[in-house]
């Protein structure tokens, strides 16, 4: 029995090995350039049951003690699906710090599923989850130090929210910094979260950071993103997560 197996308290997996575990993929856009830039890869439990929802997914395997290993058959899944697909630019992949320093300890091997795939690692972008659970900012970078000579990039997630932290950026001089929806939603009609924003664009500049605004929704703060010169956003606006995602703009606003 598969670990994903005990996880779900499942007699039989829908999807064999993986436990029945489902890639979706939701479009990163170009702000500045109206294209594609790649996708985030996210994970959804098995089909059917209350597990299907992520939270709940990793909320259960935290319980049991599993949670690293659920996060590295995510991984496993997300780079596969996105290699048979065939999914254009980058592939952005999230992981915990712990599950981040796991990894560190024998980054060929344990990311070698990544290396055996046909998505080359300078594609590949980690996207660093939950900060508050960063206890060593100088000791993570250290250990990302081994993944990131694969080719890997960073990405610091969520940024703004709840725990995250300026000593972060600082130290990992991450690739990107991912700007919290709670800044995004509502932006063009409210100075503050606005005033918040256009903070960051500044330290992205002094940091030589790319931004990706997340939670675009609205076509009104689409345009103050693109005026701000953000570079990168991600929201329903410009894509749902979906097994096979869109590679056309056909859907997105016609112009900003
Ligand atoms: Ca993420």
């Not at 996207?127 to 100088?138: S, W």
């Not at 990706?212 to 991600?234: H, K, P």
């Amino acid at each position: 029995m598969g670990v994903l197996d005990t996880i779900a308290g499942l007699d039989s997996p829908a999807d064999g090995a993986d436990g029945g575990l489902t890639a979706h993929f939701q479009p990163i856009v170009s702000l500045q350039r109206r294209e594609f830039y790649g996708y985030e890869g996210l994970i959804r439990g098995p089909v059917g049951t209350a597990l299907r929802n992520p939270a709940q997914l990793f909320a259960h395997a935290r319980a049991r003690g599993v949670e690293i290993a659920l996060e590295i058959a995510a991984a496993r899944k997300v780079v596969s699906s996105f290699a048979r697909l065939g999914l254009p630019g980058m592939l952005a992949v999230n992981f915990s710090g712990p599950c981040i320093e796991r990894l560190a300890e024998h980054p060929a091997r344990a990311l070698g599923f990544l290396l055996e795939s046909t998505v080359a690692p300078s594609r590949v972008v980690i996207e660093l989850t939950e900060h508050e659970r960063v206890a060593d900012p100088t000791r993570l970078m250290q250990r990302l130090a081994s993944v990131r000579a694969l080719g890997i990039g960073l990405a610091l997630d969520d940024f703004g929210d709840g725990h995250s932290s300026l000593r972060l950026w600082a130290e990992l001089a991450p690739e990107f910094v991912k700007i919290d929806k709670y800044f995004v939603a509502g932006l063009h009609a409210d100075p503050a979260r606005f005033q918040c924003v256009k903070a960051l664009q500044q330290l992205g500049s002094v940091f030589g950071t790319r931004l990706i605004a997340e939670g675009i929704e609205s076509e009104a703060d689409l345009r103050v993103l693109r005026d701000l010169g953000i570079e990168f956003g991600q929201g329903y606006l410009l894509g749902m997560p979906e097994e096979s995602p869109a590679r056309t703009s056909a859907t997105w606003p016609t112009a900003w």
